[in-house]
Structures are given as C-alpha cells and as structure tokens.
C-alpha cells in the first residue's frame, strides 16, 4: 500500500502543495476557477515551520486512527483494503472529536460545509496531486515498510 | 511563538510590545510568524516571474527544472531578481533627490518673481556655504545673485537625471584612481534616469543572460544612486535646510509625552516635516493645544524623518523601522503624518484601534480610505499646520485609560556632516581631515565602519546594530551611522561623547580630546553618501592610499531588509569597500556561481566584496581583519586585537 513521505531537508516552504491540494478538491480542479467557486475548497495538508524546518503535515492515515475511535457518529472508518480512513458526510454532525484528536493536527474543520478535511490520498487519481507540484521533489509516494514482527 | 525579549532588546519596545499583546494589537511580529515558512524558492532568489510563460522555480537540490521554461538557468533568474531590486532602490533615493532639486527651482523661481513670504513660513537657502560650493562644482559663477545661481543650480542639478553621455558631476569627487576602474569597466554613471530604465531593460525577458554582466550594470545603476541622487538630495538639502551641526537630542519613545499633543513624522523626506517643525510652534496652534487641555505640542520623528529632524533641529526621535506600530500602540499618538519610503501598509489597521489619526501626504504613497493631504512646496508651511491642527483638535480624543508611555528615553549627540567632521577634528579654525588621518596612521584609530541600515522583524530589533557597533569601538574602530541603525545605537547611549568608555584606549583618547562621540550620527539613509564623500576627502588629504578601497574600512547593514539596503551596499562595494550584509543574506543562494562572485569574484574588478554573515560578532571579527588587511598593505603601525 503507497503512503506519502516527506524529505524535510528539502521542503523550501513554497506551499506548492498546499495550493494544488486545494485545486485538486475543488470543483473545476482549475486555479483560476476554484479561486471563485462560491464555497471555496481548502487545503488538506499545510506546511508547518519549527525550528528552523519545514514540515509538511497530512492525514497519515493511520491504522489505529484515534479520529474513528473518537468519531461518535460512526462517520469516520478505516478500510482496511483500500487503507484510508473514509468519511461519511451523511452521517457526520459535526461535532470535530476528530480534529480534536488527531495527535498530527492533521485535520481542519471546513466550517463551511461542515466536514472534516483530510487527505484522501487523491484516490480518484493515480497519484496524489501534491506529489506533482512539489518543485523538488521533497514528497515521496512509496509502497509502506511493514516491519515484520 | 518568540518571546518579547526575543523580538527585540530594547526595553521600551518591549513594555509596548506587551501591551499590544495584552490589547489583542497584532504587530508586525505577529504578521511574520503568520507568514512561516516563508518561500525557500523566493528566499534563494530562484523564483522567476519576469514573464507570463512562468512563473518558473530552479530545483536548488538539483533533481527538478534546472532552468526555466525559456531557458534562464539559476544565474539569470538570481541575477536578474536583484537586479531588479537595486533598480528600485536607486529609483526611491535618487527619486527622492529629483523632489529637493526641484523644491531649489521652485524657491529660485519665486524668489526671482518677488513672491518672498516671511522668513519662516517659506523655503530659503540656509547653507549658504555649501550652496555656493556646490554651485562652483556645477561650474557656475557664484559672484551672482543667490537667486540667479539657486535657478542655474537647479537646472544642471534637475539634468544630472536626465543626461545621455558623459559621466555625473559628483563622481569627480571620488579620488581620481577610482574613477579611472569605473571607467575601464565601463560603469561610470551617465545619468541617473538612464541607468535605472537601462538595468530594468537588461532584465526583460531574454535580454542579458550573463551573471556578471547584469552585476556589472546593477553597480553602475547603483552608483548613479550613491554618487548622484542620493548626493544631490544630501547636498541640496543641506543648501535649503542647512548643513547639520552637531546638534544634542533624545531619543525612543519614552520622548512622547503624556500631557501634550503628540505628533509623529515619518518617512523619508525632510522638506515638508522642516515646516512641520516650525508649524508645531506656532503661537496659534499652541493656544488651540492648550485651549483643548494639552500642555503644548510635541513633535517627534520615526525612521530617517524623524533623522533628518533631528540633524538639523534636534528633534526627538521616538524609534526607528520596527517601532512605528509600537508609537502608536502606547496610545499617546494624535497624529502621524507620513511620506515616502518604510510606511508600513498596517499603520492604518493599527491607528484605528485608537483615537490617532493618520495623514499621507505624497502623491507617490497613499493608503486607501485614509486622509490625504498632498504636499505642495508652494504651501508647505499653510499644509503642514493643517495637519498638526488635525492633531490637536484629536487631542480630546484621546483616552487616557489607553496610554502608556514607556519611561525609557536616551540622549545622543547627533549632527556630523563630511564639514563638521572636518571641524571638529581640526578645530574651527584649521579644519581638516589631517587630524583623523595621522589617528588612523598612529592606530589610535584602527580604522573607520560605517554601520548602517534598516531593522528585519526576521531577527532580534536592535541586536545585531549594538552587539556589532559595542565591538568595534571596544576595537579602536570609530564608527559612522545613518539611518535605522543609528537610531538603535542611540537607544543604547552609544551616541553620547560618555560612550568614549565602552571605547578601546585609542578611540577613547580621540574622543575624549575632541569632545565627539565614538559612534558618529551623518543623518538618514540618504546621507550615506556623506560617507562616500567623507571617505574621498580622507585620501585627498593624503596618507592612506590612492584608491578608497585603501583605507582601512568597511561597511555593514547587520539588520538589513529594504531594496534601498541592497542599492546602497552596491554603490559602496562598486567604490571599493568590503560590506557585510548580516542577519540574511541577498536572495541568491539558489546561485552558487552569483553568490561566489558577490562575495569573493568582484574584489578583482572593484576592489570591495560582499560578505554574508548572521552573527554580529564575528561581522566585528570580519570587519577588524578586513581593516588590520588594509593597514598592512599600507605598512601601518599593527594592531593586536583586545
């Protein structure tokens, strides 16, 4: 199963990631166009800055997600084959125990739509999209490491 | 989040500082951690949006793009970009110069019609000694009338910025050995107009290509700024204002005061801030202050406003680039009128968190849905009242329960030109350089630094200016200043003759025996070129080398952040002198074949280098070897460090 990694040492910062993030979840997947969609799509990573680095953060998909244990509407669930968590906006009530307690503060609430925003991976795509934007090629999607036991 | 001592070392900033953090005010500090982390690709200076098949990025760890979509490679783009950047900074300075000369054609012209208002409410020339000098390197008869010679003056004055050919009349100040490298290179300014327009054509889309050669016209552009207009709006001013004389004042925000009428200036331009200095006595104003409860009106500067001010009149100065919010913050600010240059664009959000009121007053620099009031030198003075009248009826607006002054003010000595240099070191009746040159040869005095510059919400306020200044002095280097960076030192009592003690025993007894500080004030960022001239004189007068990249010396803008900065440290490498640009360095990193050439590749052709440093003491360190380098090729006396 491919998950992101990141090479720290080479993020630069630019937050290319983030903007093609946010195009890749908006309607029109365009820049120019998403910019005037009327509910305007949100970035589901963010570039973070600590000492002196860069630290592109995003849903880590987790097998024991903390976020589905604390989700009390059941909206949120690990599949385990295609190994993401899935959000089911029918049954969310918004009440963000998931944002609360991922431990990466890896998702943002959309307090618009009132939907929790979280990497998908671009499952829909062959690859995500922020692995594409990245000038140098600090994102790396690779098959997981299982360390075996 | 950085702590307040953090943000900044002077104490004053940071009493305000908890009170805008207590009031909910978001300051510039706030904005900069809103920004992290800031593009590395703009950092590196390999982001290019010169045109619209772009915007291009060269992958700096070399698995990306290598060049852009036309081809430009690491080099043109980092090249080009600060280019670009010096073009700008030439432009704000010597535009700057373009508006005094043409306040000297304006007064030359009314003065010639008759139309002479009273003495105080109209522009006249001041400095006669220096006009008449001036007027006699134009080649112009000064037995004429004054009027006659202002109108000529300006005129060969307003056509330094317009000239095709040739080279500009100032850089025949520059010793002889200099302008003969100029020449051979071929960056010998023409025109200022000219070099500028020529730079930013170099850098359109697939004109100039070589790194070096944009360099190369980058120095001419930025010599047409140190040794043209940035010297004309010196000079001019000094000729309409006066030529400063040391002069005693205060300085940080403990000069506002609690029960008078507060009224900042800030920016760059002297000329309508010099009436506003004598609109705030004005018996009528005063009468409507104390009418409204104040006790009077008092009048204080920010930045290299608040420097001229205080040159020429002893104007206090409530704190320079990173205090401008925190002014407002202590809520004891009725007014603050602005000019050009280093306003920052979140003066208005702050303002309107209290009762202050704040006044453009360029055509060149406005801020939407704020009051405009369009300096015109014709009216300057009836303009400047207007607005400090605004001031005073906002007096009654003020809420007391909102201000807080911090307590912290500090003297300075400031005032020191390239002529009163010379007189103080040669006394009034032998001035001459002759003084200061046998110091340096003696090694009383190891050397001179000119340590100037802006603050970098980036890094610690006022830490690299006085950690790096401290050293020096304690090293024998007198130090000049100007700008943000004489402000700073100032704060910390360094610009008082009483700082001769932190001073090594050379300097110590110089400054003792004449009486001056060891860190000399030469005014706001424009008057660095009174180090270009004042650095000419030295080797006129013999002793120290031909060239200005003899003497020993060297340059230094530790908290740097203006394209200004980045123009003036060109102007002085491309006149021969080693300068340091701490804190950060120039957006090129993402070009090694640039970088190495800044900092080591040019001492070939010009004789002066950059240097990147972030530590202030070891810029000292840099800075002393540098001038113990120099000394040794003069065969001079050697110094041990302390």
């Known amino acids: 199963?491919?998950?992101?990694?990141?090479?720290?040492?080479?993020?630069?910062?630019?937050?290319?990631?983030?903007?093609?993030?946010?195009?890749?979840?908006?309607?029109?997947?365009?820049?120019?166009?998403?910019?005037?969609?009327?509910i305007k799509s949100l970035p589901r990573k963010q570039v973070l800055f600590s000492k002196n680095n860069n630290y592109p953060v995003s849903c880590r998909n987790c097998k024991e997600p903390k976020c589905v244990q604390a989700c009390m509407a059941v909206a949120l669930r690990y599949d385990v084959k295609l190994g993401i968590v899935e959000h089911d906006q029918k049954r969310c009530v918004g009440c963000w125990m998931c944002v609360m307690s991922c431990p990466y503060g890896a998702i943002r609430p959309n307090i618009k739509t009132k939907a929790p925003l979280r990497c998908d991976k671009c499952i829909d795509k062959d690859e995500p999209s922020c692995l594409k934007a990245c000038p140098t090629k600090a994102i790396i999607w690779q098959e997981e490491k299982v360390e075996k036991i | 989040?950085?702590?307040?001592?953090?943000?900044?070392?002077?104490?004053?900033?940071?009493?305000?500082?908890?009170?805008?953090?207590?009031?909910?005010?978001?300051?510039?500090?706030?904005?900069?951690?809103?920004?992290?982390?800031?593009?590395?690709?703009?950092?590196?200076?390999?982001?290019?949006t010169v045109c619209d098949m772009g915007p291009c990025r060269i992958d700096p760890f070399g698995e990306g793009a290598q060049v852009g979509v036309c081809g430009a490679?690491?080099?043109?783009?980092?090249?080009?970009?600060?280019?670009?950047?010096?073009?700008?900074?030439?432009?704000?300075?010597?535009?700057?110069?373009?508006?005094?000369?043409?306040?000297?054609?304006?007064?030359?012209?009314?003065?010639?019609?008759?139309?002479?208002?009273s003495h105080a409410h109209t522009y006249e020339i001041l400095g006669i000694e220096k006009f008449k000098a001036l007027a006699l390197e134009f080649g112009i008869d000064v037995s004429a009338p004054k009027e006659q010679i202002a109108k000529e003056l300006a005129r060969k004055l307003l056509e330094e910025f317009g000239k095709q050919e040739g080279e500009?009349?100032?850089?025949?100040?520059?010793?002889?050995?200099?302008?003969?490298?100029?020449?051979?290179?071929?960056?010998?300014?023409?025109?200022?107009?000219?070099?500028?327009?020529?730079?930013?054509?170099?850098?359109?889309?697939?004109?100039?290509?070589?790194?070096?050669?944009?360099?190369?016209?980058?120095?001419?552009?930025?010599?047409?700024?140190?040794w043209g207009g940035s010297m004309i709006a010196t000079d001019v001013q000094d000729s309409i204002l006066g030529s400063p004389v040391p002069v005693?004042?205060?300085?940080?925000?403990?000069?506002?005061?609690?029960?008078?009428?507060?009224?900042?200036?800030?920016?760059?331009?002297?000329?309508?801030?010099?009436?506003?200095?004598?609109?705030?006595?004005?018996?009528?104003?005063?009468?409507?202050?104390?009418?409204?409860?104040?006790?009077?009106?008092?009048?204080?500067?920010?930045?290299?406003t608040a420097n001229e001010v205080l040159m020429r009149h002893g104007i206090p100065v409530a704190g320079n680039f990173l205090q401008q919010e925190l002014a407002i913050v202590t809520g004891a600010v009725e007014l603050m009128m602005v000019d050009v240059?280093?306003?920052?664009?979140?003066?208005?959000?702050?303002?309107?968190?209290?009762?202050?009121?704040?006044?453009?007053?360029?055509?060149?620099?406005?801020?939407?849905?704020?009051?405009?009031?369009?300096?015109?030198?014709?009216?300057?003075?009836?303009?400047?009242?207007?607005?400090?009248?605004?001031?005073?009826?906002?007096?009654?607006?003020?809420?007391?329960?909102?201000?807080?002054?911090?307590?912290?003010?500090?003297?300075?000595?400031?005032?020191?030109?390239?002529?009163?240099?010379?007189?103080?070191?040669?006394?009034?009746?032998?001035?001459?350089?002759?003084?200061?040159?046998?110091?340096?040869?003696?090694?009383?005095?190891?050397?001179?630094?000119?340590?100037?510059?802006?603050?970098?919400?980036?890094h610690t306020h006022d830490y690299y200016h006085t950690t790096l200044v401290r050293e020096l002095i304690k090293n024998d280097v007198l130090v000049?200043?100007?700008?943000?960076?004489?402000?700073?030192?100032?704060?910390?009592?360094?610009?008082?003759?009483?700082?001769?003690?932190?001073?090594?025993?050379?300097?110590?007894?110089?400054?003792?025996?004449?009486?001056?500080?060891?860190?000399?004030?030469?005014?706001?960022?424009?008057?660095?070129?009174?180090?270009?001239?004042?650095?000419?004189?030295?080797?006129?007068?013999?002793?120290?080398?031909?060239?200005?990249?003899?003497?020993?010396?060297?340059?230094?803008?530790?908290?740097?952040?203006?394209?200004?900065?980045?123009?003036?440290?060109?102007?002085?490498?491309?006149?021969?002198?080693?300068?340091?640009?701490?804190a950060s360095p120039f957006a090129t990193l993402g070009s090694k074949n640039l970088t190495d050439y800044l900092t080591s590749g040019l001492e070939e052709t010009v004789g002066g280098r950059f240097e990147f440093c972030d530590d202030p003491m070891k810029m000292a360190q840099l800075m002393i070897a540098h001038i113990d380098k120099k000394r040794r090729a003069l065969k001079l006396k050697e110094r041990a460090t302390e």
């Not at chain 2, 340059?555 to 006149?575: D, H, N, Q």
Request: net charge positive; glycine share 8%; aromatic share 4%.
């Open chain 2, 168 to 226: 500009l009349t100032f850089t025949k100040r520059a010793p002889k050995k200099r302008q003969e490298i100029w020449k051979k290179l071929g960056i010998s300014p023409r025109g200022i107009d000219r070099e500028v327009v020529e730079l930013l054509h170099t850098t359109h889309m697939g004109v100039d290509n070589d790194y070096k050669n944009i360099i190369k016209n980058g120095m001419r552009c930025a010599l047409s700024d140190g």
């Open chain 2, 480 to 582: 000049l200043q100007t700008g943000c960076s004489a402000i700073a030192c100032a704060k910390q009592g360094l610009l008082i003759p009483e700082a001769a003690q932190y001073a090594g025993s050379g300097l110590r007894e110089i400054c003792e025996a004449v009486g001056i500080p060891p860190v000399l004030h030469l005014g706001s960022c424009v008057d660095n070129s009174r180090i270009l001239t004042a650095a000419s004189h030295i080797i006129e007068e013999g002793g120290l080398g031909e060239d200005l990249s003899d003497i020993p010396a060297a340059g230094c803008a530790p908290e740097w952040m203006s394209e200004k900065a980045i123009t003036i440290g060109f102007y002085f490498v491309a006149s021969g002198v080693y300068t340091i640009f701490g």
């Open chain 1, 1 to 38: 199963m491919k998950q992101l990694y990141y090479d720290v040492k080479k993020c630069l910062g630019c937050r290319s990631c983030e903007i093609a993030c946010a195009v890749a979840h908006s309607e029109s997947k365009e820049l120019l166009k998403a910019l005037k969609e009327e």
């Open chain 2, 341 to 458: 240059q280093c306003i920052m664009p979140a003066l208005q959000e702050i303002a309107s968190c209290y009762h202050t009121k704040l006044v453009t007053t360029s055509s060149k620099a406005r801020f939407a849905g704020v009051t405009h009031i369009e300096f015109e030198t014709e009216r300057a003075y009836e303009i400047a009242k207007s607005i400090i009248k605004i001031g005073v009826e906002n007096f009654v607006n003020r809420n007391k329960n909102k201000v807080n002054i911090p307590k912290h003010e500090m003297d300075l000595v400031a005032g020191f030109t390239k002529e009163s240099v010379l007189h103080m070191l040669g006394g009034k009746y032998r001035a001459s350089y002759r003084p200061l040159n046998e110091a340096i040869i003696s090694g009383k005095i190891r050397g001179l630094a000119g340590v100037v510059g802006c603050n970098n919400t980036k």
């Open chain 2, 248 to 304: 005693r004042g205060k300085v940080n925000l403990g000069v506002l005061k609690e029960n008078h009428v507060n009224i900042l200036v800030h920016g760059h331009e002297p000329i309508l801030s010099e009436m506003a200095v004598k609109a705030a006595q004005d018996p009528e104003l005063i009468k409507l202050a104390k009418s409204k409860g104040a006790e009077g009106i008092n009048l204080a500067g920010i930045c290299c």
């Open chain 2, 73 to 117: 490679d690491a080099d043109t783009i980092a090249a080009r970009n600060l280019a670009r950047k010096i073009a700008v900074g030439a432009s704000a300075h010597s535009d700057h110069g373009r508006d005094v000369a043409l306040t000297l054609a304006m007064l030359s012209e009314n003065h010639s019609h008759g139309k002479k208002g």
């Open chain 2, 1 to 48: 989040m950085s702590s307040i001592k953090e943000k900044s070392i002077d104490v004053a900033t940071q009493e305000v500082l908890k009170k805008a953090q207590d009031e909910s005010i978001r300051t510039t500090w706030d904005r900069y951690e809103a920004q992290l982390p800031q593009c590395g690709f703009g950092q590196l200076g390999v982001c290019c």
